[in-house]
């Protein structure tokens, strides 16, 4: 290859990376993504639906880890970030909690469970209330999470119910200063549930009341 051919391959190889670099720099195709991205979360948000009834297939160690991975990303007041987790995936301890636990239906049959719980020894003393509101936005979170993964998972409410609060520490070994918000029983679904959509403009309100 003589001098002058490498030099018209140099210019087009240039030529290539220069288009190429354009091209991803386009801000349209920029804003398709934001689009696309906007209607992922979007069709997260209100797809999403209490899921109780799930099939046999196991959820993964890995799952529940970006679950509550998902978690550990909500706002939480003073940076305080007082949530713990314990992720559940034996049936036996699942339905030991189950038994007490009328309001947590989806145990009878999940294959694995998350239980919210706040961290007093990590709250700031200016507003120890806020672990309620700090784990509830973590839930909230990991509920997306699951429903973005192709899981089903529902809330299902220990705090404030002392009687509830008691049995769950008592089941999982709970130290004192550990206070269970919630339980998440988790799965693939059936199916069986569908979202609804709870829109109602008249629980808005502009400017005033």
Request: charged share 25%.
């Amino acid at each position: 290859m003589n001098k002058q051919h490498v030099l018209i391959l140099l210019l087009a190889i240039a030529l290539l990376v220069t288009t190429f670099k354009n091209q991803n720099d386009d801000p349209k195709d920029d804003g398709n993504i934001n689009i696309s991205k906007k209607e992922a979360l979007f069709s997260v948000i209100f797809n999403r639906k209490s899921v109780r009834k799930f099939t046999n297939q196991k959820v993964s160690m890995e799952q529940l880890d970006t679950i509550m991975k998902a978690g550990m990303a909500a706002p939480s007041g003073h940076d305080a970030r007082p949530w713990q987790f314990v992720a559940i995936t034996d049936r036996n301890v699942m339905l030991k909690l189950r038994k007490n636990l009328k309001w947590a239906r989806g145990l009878d049959e999940s294959t694995a469970a998350i239980i919210v719980c706040g961290d007093m020894n990590k709250i700031d003393p200016r507003n120890p209330e806020f672990w309620i509101t700090d784990t509830s936005a973590a839930t909230q979170n990991m509920l997306l999470a699951i429903e973005a993964m192709g899981l089903g998972g529902v809330w299902s409410t220990l705090y404030p119910g002392p009687e509830r609060m008691e049995y769950a520490r008592q089941v999982l070994g709970l130290p004192s200063y550990i206070m269970p918000l919630c339980v998440i029983p988790i799965g693939y679904p059936t199916g069986v549930e569908k979202p609804k959509d709870k829109y109602d403009k008249n629980n808005i309100h502009w400017e005033s009341w």
